[in-house]
């Protein structure tokens, strides 16, 4: 794969995401959100000391970057697709 292109996905899906999980983590009122999930994420984080929210991210960084890796290796048949594999010419990656 291109190296550039690498540093591009990297750049946008691990750092840009990581990025806006602190912005939410740390500027979402955990009163004013309605939906369960993020209120229990908003309450375990809110529970955290510095050090151990350095590590929530550090651990964010990690399940995204395993994503984006799983779905990479699906695409060029490294990882195998629960239910069968992807042949080719069944899918397409358009410009």
């Not at 690498?6 to 939906?35: C, M, Q």
């Not at 309450?43 to 050090?51: C, G, I, K, Q, T």
Request: charged share 25%; no cysteine; net charge negative.
């Amino acid at each position: 794969m291109n190296e550039k292109f690498v540093k591009r996905v990297y750049s946008t899906a691990v750092k840009g995401n990581i990025d806006i999980y602190k912005d939410l983590f740390n500027n979402t009122n955990e009163n004013e959100n309605t939906d369960t999930y993020w209120k229990n994420a908003l309450r375990l984080y809110n529970s955290l000391d510095a050090e151990q929210r350095e590590r929530f991210f550090d651990i964010l960084k990690m399940v995204i970057t395993d994503s984006v890796s799983t779905l990479f290796g699906i695409i060029d048949g490294s990882t195998t697709l629960k239910g069968g594999s992807l042949k080719e010419g069944h899918f397409q990656i358009l410009n």
